[in-house]
């Protein structure tokens, strides 16, 4: 067992309508559309400790199960956080060999970012499985992104397993410019985009943002019972700081802070369900913690310093990207001058617009309308690619 503890071409699916209470089934889940296409190839998976199949009510890792199948895995691929999903973020990974199957397992967040000609040179087919949070600067769409235009040029098709997108529920944010493009970003949509990972992958092809001369062939293998209003439960976190519901949902907002010295929980049991920093207001923030090195977490911001900010993890459920908690923190900065990290900061909200709309005291509601024409435009593009309600 595979060692987690220790030519374009569109294929569209019709998802029936079904009622919202029957069980939402990933499309690494429908085993039956996907495992007779990998027969006799030499296949790549592009995975993480969330790509799982669910099995006679026991969860076991997608590689196990295709290797259970007589599947021919010559290689994995890993993005940030690794293959087992528990390094820091930002973090340089190493590529290294399974123990247990002899499985090269090639590090997409180190040496390389996207797989070269030679690491695809023996494969035949690429399977992509990764739990996507339905945030543009959540790196696992750039590992896609890149994973694609590779495959394209080595003329390997791609399988796209899809999964539900827990923020999948709204569009919100500022639209990603040409300038601030990073990896932390390759394209212009909105920071919440309210696609999955399959979606998003079709409107890449379509929208033809690949940086490449060829044609792709790409299959999305879809998510059964679901629409994008569907509640979903992520069953393992996505990367070490996103531990439960409550730090998914707010994630889209408290992870414009990770541009800014205030720290947004890493270090800490809550990450990303409270915000804070010592060079912030006592007077305006009653809530204190002290952050230290934990694991997928050793240097957080402001370590062993008292932070003073808001404890979020009972907030209600967000429908929208929360513009007031940066504005407040930026008010009740002792440094306002050295608030912004850039160009971090910018790459985060995808737009210079942004700093300059806090800097100049714009209220929320203003930024939120200076986001309009572009989300109304993206809303057109995207309607094209969904294959949910």
Not at 3 to 27: D, E, I, R
Not at 69 to 83: D, M
Not at 103 to 112: A, E, M, Q, R, T
Not at 188 to 213: C, F
Request: glycine share 6%; with cysteine.
């Amino acid at each position: 067992m595979i060692a987690l503890l220790k030519n374009t071409a569109f294929f569209v699916f019709v998802v029936c309508s079904m009622p919202l209470f029957a069980q939402v089934q990933p499309g690494a889940y429908q085993t039956q559309e996907y495992i007779p296409l990998l027969a006799d190839m030499n296949v790549a998976v592009v995975g993480n400790q969330s790509s799982q199949v669910l099995t006679n009510d026991k969860r076991i890792h997608l590689v196990d199960h295709l290797r259970s199948q007589g599947v021919n895995i010559k290689k994995v691929f890993a993005p940030e956080h690794g293959f087992r999903g528990k390094e820091d973020a930002g973090a340089s990974i190493v590529d290294e060999i399974d123990t247990k199957t002899g499985i090269p397992i090639v590090s997409l967040h180190g040496k390389y970012r996207k797989p070269t000609a030679e690491q695809l040179a023996d494969i035949d087919i690429l399977v992509f499985d990764i739990q996507d949070v339905g945030v543009r600067f959540f790196t696992y769409l750039s590992t896609l992104h890149l994973v694609m235009e590779a495959c394209a040029d080595a003329k390997v098709p791609v399988i796209v397993l899809d999964r539900p997108n827990p923020n999948a529920h709204y569009v919100d944010g500022p639209m990603m410019e040409e300038e601030n493009q990073s990896f932390l970003g390759k394209v212009p949509i909105p920071l919440v985009y309210g696609m999955t990972i399959g979606e998003y992958a079709k409107m890449l092809v379509g929208e033809g943002w690949l940086d490449t001369k060829n044609k792709l062939s790409l299959q999305v293998i879809p998510i059964a019972n679901y629409t994008h209003q569907t509640p979903y439960e992520l069953p393992v976190r996505p990367s070490p700081n996103l531990p439960n519901v409550q730090s998914v949902m707010l994630y889209p907002s408290l992870g414009l802070f990770e541009g800014t010295p205030v720290n947004a929980g890493r270090g800490t049991s809550h990450p990303f369900q409270q915000f804070g920093a010592s060079f912030l207001d006592i007077t305006n923030f009653t809530h204190r913690y002290t952050p230290t090195p934990k694991s997928g977490a050793s240097n957080p911001k402001e370590k062993q310093k008292e932070c003073y900010g808001l404890d979020l993890r009972n907030h209600p459920k967000l429908d929208r990207i929360n513009i007031d908690w940066m504005i407040q923190a930026y008010r009740s900065s002792h440094e306002p001058e050295q608030f912004f990290l850039n160009p971090g900061f910018r790459r985060h909200a995808g737009t210079t617009s942004l700093q300059l709309q806090i800097e100049k005291g714009m209220s929320a509601s203003k930024i939120r309308d200076s986001w309009q024409s572009d989300i109304q435009n993206f809303l057109k593009i995207r309607e094209q690619y969904l294959i949910y309600p």
